[in-house]
Nanobody, 120 residues
Framework: QVQLVESGGGSVQAGGSLRLSCAAS????????MGWYRQAPGKQRELVAR???????NYADSVKGRFTISRDNAKNTVYLQMNSLKPEDTAVYFC??????????????WGQGTQVTVSS
């Protein structure tokens, strides 16, 4: 059974920083892509950033230059360093793992979400 456990959310003032972590546990051989999505109240879930096992990254335009995604393949963990936070970054942030290979094959997984609140 694969589980994604997120940590690091919280409340911060505008201009502040937070670092999110997401660790995948289970009998995992490899993970193709890990990423972060967010969903604000009344809005659709959107991609924030993602990173491949080889280190290629993609970012939403709204976070480019402020957020940095990284991963530790040996620990099956992905991080999101969020700097210069804005009130519009307030959302529930979800970790995603796409192409998780186990003895049962490949599947995709989501974390439970962690709240990030940025006050002005």
């Amino acid at each position: 059974q694969v589980q994604l456990v997120e940590s690091g959310g919280g409340s911060v003032q505008a201009g502040g920083s937070l670092r999110l972590s997401c660790a995948a546990s289970g009998s995992i051989f490899s993970i193709n892509v890990m990423g972060w999505y967010r969903q604000a109240p009344g809005k659709q879930r959107e991609l924030v950033a993602r990173i491949t096992s080889g280190g290629s990254t993609n970012y939403a335009d709204s976070v480019k230059g402020r957020f940095t995604i990284s991963r530790d393949n040996a620990k099956n963990t992905v991080y999101l360093q969020m700097n210069s936070l804005k009130p519009e970054d307030t959302a529930v942030y979800f970790c995603a793992a796409v192409g998780v290979y186990t003895a049962s094959g490949s599947d995709d997984y989501w974390g439970q979400g962690t709240q990030v609140t940025v006050s002005s």
